[in-house]
């Protein structure tokens, strides 16, 4: 169950959207909106394509 | 009758005829309490899709979320890293629950609880929890439908929305007993549809009228700044203020623990026909907390775009009305109700089979169609519960029903979830651990209540010279916690049985 190992990345969008101050700030901007909104949305994506990522290394063979 | 009306009629319709249709889905024998309320456990990767973004995606998102924002401003948007950071939680804790429900023939939460503890009080706390923290979820829901019905008008609109409410409740209680959860994995389908198509109108217009978002966060920005400060509260702005950032963070995570030991939330999962299809969903269903995300701005374009109401769950069918011709409003309108429907109709099913197996009957592995026929009664007993969570609870926003249901929900963390990975905790500490929490968070609730005349979901702890403002739902937990670790450390001292652990380590194995 090595492989188990990987689940540990998943810890990443926790730290990265539960400590507000990293993100709170207006600049840079971007399309109008300030870095809190599309930082936040970013996450959203980073943290959709981090578990295809983890599901990918920890499926099974016998996974359908 | 206008146009929007007769296409908001002609959807919300359809749906329901879907609903009743939905019974004849897969050739099953309903009186079976599987098929019933699980949909006989087949759905692969793309019904459990819809069904879990229909399920999860709520009035929450469309009303409730918006209003926050339009109110309170960028502490509204916590709803986004929640959003976010649940799925890592489906990934690995439900998935882990799915392996061994399927294995043990769980239905429930509660039915896990009572085979890993072996403790028929527990049981009954974890299902009674389930099922009180549904209704103000429910009531949410039916906040979200009033709100449309109202702001619709004409028959419509009659006794404040309440009677056209009274209609759509009894017409969902009518499907969802006939058909189980085929009805709302059915209607979901056209509920998501409905929902991409108009966020994602609403996106590329609503932002462009007002001149780009840059204009709209300027214009907001004047706006709040010109609101009357209100006494006690912190200033809503753009940004949050450094006395935010506890509430926000708390909200955020707290909501995260609670969102998937919701009945509704288990329900859903349960149905899934394989561990891998709760896996790929946990990746695949971020793609509506990108809607949710949008959605949420639109409180701001509301701001923008000059909106006045004193009811700020109108937002968002308001814009529609301002920036959209009559049938798309109405196509508009038909996703927000048929948005509300479906979870509303898995939240009673869920409910009621906690209700049905772990509280008035015994465990039996047989379950025999009685029990299938009680859960149905009790789905109609449930509904007609949170319509008196709508009729008068005094919150300023909508989402504090759900915040504050959250409170509730997640004391049955250490007990569940925590259960299974570990079965260190004493049961009898379990069960200790759930009142401290419980007591804690409605005791906390209820303070914010004397403090204010209103609920509020988040409470101001004095540490020393700290005050941090959080989410009562953790305050509680980490009551709960503490209790249920030291009565452990005490039943452990005293040598106390642990009770029978049904389940073997080999159950949970992949």
Known sequence: MKRRAWYWLLIAPFVATLWPPFYNHADPALYGLPFFYWYQLLW?????????FVLLMTRERTDV | MSSGTIIFLILVVGVTVMGFLASGWGKANLQQFDEWALGGRRFGTLVSWFLLGGDLYTAYTFIAVPALIYGAGALG??????????????????????TVAKKRGYITSADFVRDRYGDRALEVAIAVTGVIAALPYIALQLIGM???????????GAGGGF??????????????YTSGLRAPAMIAFVKDALIYITVIAAIAVIPAALGGWGHVFASVQAALAARPAVAGAAPA????????????ATMAFGSCLSLFIYPHSITSLLAAKSRFVIQRNAALLPSYSLLLGFLALLGFCAIAAGIATKDPNAIVPLLFAKYFPDWFAGVANAA??????VPAAIMAIGAANLLASNVFKEFSAQRPPGETRIAKMLTLVVCACALVFVVELPVQYAITLQLLGGAWMLQIFPAFALGLYTRWFHPTALLLGWCAGMLTGSGMAYATFLASGKFAPVFPMQLGSLKLVGFIALYALIANLAVAALATFAFNAANASKGIDGTTAQDYAV
Do not use: C, E
């Open chain 2, 336 to 341: 927000i109700v048929i948005g509300a429907l």
């Open chain 2, 237 to 248: 702005g753009i940004l949050l203020s450094p006395g935010m950032y506890f509430a926000y």
């Open chain 2, 77 to 98: 948007f916590f709803a986004v890293p929640y959003a976010t950071i649940a799925y890592p939680v489906v990934f690995i804790v439900l998935a882990r629950f799915w």
């Open chain 1, 44 to 52: 959203v994506v980073l943290t959709s394509l981090l578990l295809w």
């Open chain 2, 163 to 176: 009677v056209a409410l009274g209609v759509a409740f009894v017409v969902l209680a009518a499907y969802t």
């Open chain 2, 146 to 156: 009033k709100t449309v019905f109202s702001q619709i008008g004409g028959a419509f």
